[in-house]
Each structure stands twice: as C-alpha cells, then as structure tokens.
C-alpha cells in the first residue's frame, strides 16, 4: 500500500494526543490527516486480545466507513512485575474520562501491593493501516525502560510521565516532543511503515 503527497489518511483514533503526535510524524509528507472524530466516525470496540489485533480493528473500520485509507495505533505500557498488564487496557485504566493520573496511580499501587522493586516497562505500539474493502498492514515498535514515581513533566500524554527509556534520566513527560519523537516507540514502528508506505 502506498500513499504519495496530497492523499488523505484517516487517523482511527478519538485521543487527542495521540492523533496531534501522528500529525507531527506525517508532516514531513505532505498527507492530509483527518482524525476520526473530526469526521465523526463511531469509536469501534476493541475486542483483541493483542496490540496488533485492536489495531486492525479500528483502521478496517475506519477506512470502511470513510472511504479513505485509514491508520490506526494501538499502544500503551506494558509493566514486566505486573504480568504485562495494564497492556492492551491501558487507556481503559484511565476509565471514560482518560484520567491518566488516576491510571499511573493504580500502576504505583498495583506494585506496591506485589511487594516487588521491579520497575521495568516498556511502551509497545502497533501500527494498521487499512484501505477501505481492502488489505491491512501491520507495523509494531517498542522502547523499554523504568518506571518512576512520583510522575513529572506535562509535555506528553498517558503514561509518559512515569516511564524513563533505558539511557535516560528525563520521563517521557519531560523530554522535548522532538526527541521523543525521535525514539519512542510509536516512532519505531512509524519507521517501518514509512519504509514501506512513502
């Protein structure tokens, strides 16, 4: 699948943030970008067990309902001590008014109670682009890291500011966009798309 300068893609994604950080990474290419809720399109249920699945998912049926080749992004934390959880439930975690203070607490507390010093994570992104009635493609990326508390910095979103990548001192929620855009995991797997799709 191939996209060139002027085509619109459909961002499959009602989170402000995330849709903001895709425009960022797609700039460069001359696409326009126009987010799901922009055009009204329904938020699907996520109903996959895996990253990659939930992707699927949601760019399959925004390009369906659009018309237009649709990208989606399922990502979220992934904490080694707590079984991988809360995984593909990380924005769930934050509950329907995406209180990710209230989410990054639970992470804390859930530690807490297992008793462990393990604070190693890492983020997972997972990539799908769809044409309308047609195929998918997958992309996945990941950067691991610790966790931190208390939380700092408010340049990201989610859970960036508990997470410090491995050779870092700063969270995610202090480090400039550009640098992370440079080397999270959601820019890893936007390398190997753009390797393919431009």
Known sequence: MKLKRGDT???A???PGKVREIEELLAQFGIVVKGAAALGLPEPEETGHTFAENAALKARAAADASGFVALSDDSGLSVAA???APGIYSARW???KKDFSAAMARVRRELEEKGTQDRRAKFVCALALAAPKGSEEIYE?????R???PPRGDKGF?????????GMTETFGE???ATKHGMSHRARAFEKLVKAVF
């Open 9 to 11: 893609l459909v961002l």
């Open 13 to 15: 994604s009602h989170n």
């Open 82 to 84: 707590l079984d991988g």
């Open 94 to 96: 934050a509950g329907p």
């Open 141 to 145: 990326g990941e950067v691991h890291g």
């Open 147 to 149: 966790l931190e508390f």
């Open 158 to 166: 989610g859970y960036d500011p508990i997470f410090v990548a491995d």
């Open 175 to 177: 480090i400039e966009p």
